[in-house]
């Protein structure tokens, strides 16, 4: 196959050289990936085809209308999985298939806090995906951040509930969201060595609403879960205050839910066959499920509307370009990549077949930066790519970040990702709460996704050599 | 006493005339109400202090954290009333009482919606104030409008549920507010007359958050109550979406809610007793209750907070105004005007001691405009309130508008008013929301807030001349 003679040539130059120097490598003459000037030009029609239609817009209304929120292992989230294969079939992909997935399932049945006491009032909040459901009423007791809860001596909080008030940022890039997301992952565990009985946070977003972000928490090895919840940013305000009058507050938190045995959903693909290479493969996509609370419009209805209407747009050209493009809508993103995790098993052989993979899963904010980690050989082709997408406001970014959640246990297999950085300055007002719902979609902005996801697509998928996928640390290449 | 003796100067000219024609009226040379100089200086002082003040802003914190959501009759609504009393007391006011205010109770225990069927997913919304409780699974026929569901002929909704998917608009004044709130009380009967088991309605709102807008609703005289809520404005969205699919919608809509014998809260009322008329009186004042749902900052722990603010100041002044200034926190003006209409009643026949009143009832938004219903006499004077006023932004505005809602009973009495036009541009954001709580409060806003009324009281406590309280048609004047 083209692509791997054309990574094989880079071998003389790789040994012993770690793979993310390999940035760094000249490939020799003639292996340079390059885009044709035709498919340039179609690319440059295809992107204002895709900036006048509402095909994403439409597809993703259809998803977060008709099946609504989708909790990976829901009858919900079965009906999902219907609707895109249905949706794919109807939009005249080539192939459309199901890959089963299975996960430890969990439900959620009901919740509700209170302070009690002298300032009884209730709290809104919600479990963390992975709690154990059960009640607890108890003192509470603040840590400003997650450090200081894991400075709380063991048995400290014996009985407590403990709280960690972190405020996270707002940030284009949702850089806030890596200490925010730590305060969910890690604090149980720490809450418990310090003897609590219960946990509760400040959301990990960025708005001021009633509306408790939820997102998955884990335990550490060893140690009992505890009911663990988040409260919304003004309950949070609210409890921070109460305390801050001097007296102990006691709050009763009661969670009914809980890991409830196995599910199997499917991630769901379609494909628009290459026209001479269609056993190499350009993916694109989103994940399919959501959380509960909203109907999951942001995170990720618009990736998955957004990449199945670019693969649609590109479908309809006279002339396919030389890849298969494929689109996956992945299974249960939110409890821990499983979908993402069954792709990179399943094609664990076939790395090489997959050309470069790009996610979106961060809102629907419009597109500002173009980055990948292809090797140095393939950057003048991602730079024509930019090129194209430079009229939609979107700058060549060299390797900034990495890849989207679904494609980085398969990116950490060796595949290529390419990264089409979306503007998330609000996406963490919506993210994982009730008001993630289709109204606070921009058609414009999605219109603007979808060209550029289009664009993206195509022109990888007509490139002349590849972007990287399964070239090893010593220039070998692994797959299929 | 010298305001009843002004007032009786106009007599000559007024016979027969309506009330409101009396604004055209001159009185005689000598009679027109007006404001000695120095009152205006010290106003003037009085303003910068209550700009740079906090207090305002503390007093509002400390009810809706300390209290939290108040509904009228709850036990949270005793605790409001035993906090008001000991705020005055603390704040150093002269006078401290509660007054008996009796009135039907109302209650929410629960409240959830869902669409069931192919497209089963949860709907949130909030039963009205004054629903039955009840369970509803009916297919749902939507209405544009509240005229429009007037227009379903009798027996045409027979089992089903009526949806009111009207639209309110944002406006600075609030004018939105009469078209939408006549949806929610008008529309429950329309729907009963047309046979409908259930009633829904888009949030009389302007935000885009899956928050539900409550606020009471009624049922004409000889109806049988149905179930009535209002749907957040995503999910208002959601439902017209699903609707316009074309095939039959069935929600079902479970209020634990309604009626529970009586309760009696309290008016309270604290006094600056004044320095040479006491037993003449500037009234100011908000509402103590709240609905349930959030902590009731905007609606109405602000006109609570910011005025009794006004009164302290007024008080640590070296000497207080002419008159008293009295600040009354209302009692359940949610569900009725039960604390203004229990007012009015008591001090039916004191009404020319009133000399002019006015409520915040609309938020936490700068005052723009202050307006009053006082007659032409008194123009002056008001324009030289207006004339210290003018720095902070607020200009004079005739008779524009009316009387806040727990003055209005009174009002309607022959109470003078006076309106400190607040923008509400953002209120219905957050009226009678879960999102009503102190974090929205900007303390800028409130503090020129407190300063607009301190000044206003304060020099409509030391004016010689009156506002009109108690003028009949006739000229004449009634109470003591």
Redesign the interface.
Known sequence: MRAISTVLGTKVLGTGLAASLLLALSAPAGAQTRIPEQAVDTATQLRETALASDLGYRIT?SLT?????RLAGS??DA?AVEWAKAKFEALGYDKVWLEPVTFPKWVRRSESGQ?VG?????L?LTALGGSPGGTVEAEVVRFADLAALQAAPAGSLAGKIAFIDYRMERARDGSGYGPGSRVRSGGPSAAIRAGAAGYLMRSAGTD????PHTGITRFDDGLEPIPAAALS??DA??LT??LA?GKPVTVRMALDCGWDGEATSHNVIGEITGSSRPQEVVLIGGHLDSWDL??GAVDDGAGVGLTMAAGKLIGDLPTAPARTIRVVAFANEEQGLWGGKAYAEKYAEEVRRHQIAAESDFGAGRIYAISTGAPEYAQDAVKQIAEVLAPLGIEYAGDAGGPGPDISPFAAQGLAWARLAQDGSDYFDLHH???D????IDPAALAQNVAAYAVFAYLAASAEGDFGSGVQADGATDGK
Request: glycine share 6%.
């Open positions: 209304e209308t008709e099946v609504g929120p009858e919900a009906r302070v002298r300032h009884a009032q209730p809104t001021s609403h009633r509306n940013v003004p305000d609210q205050r109460l009058l909203g109907t709460t009730p008001d719902t289709f109204d606070k």
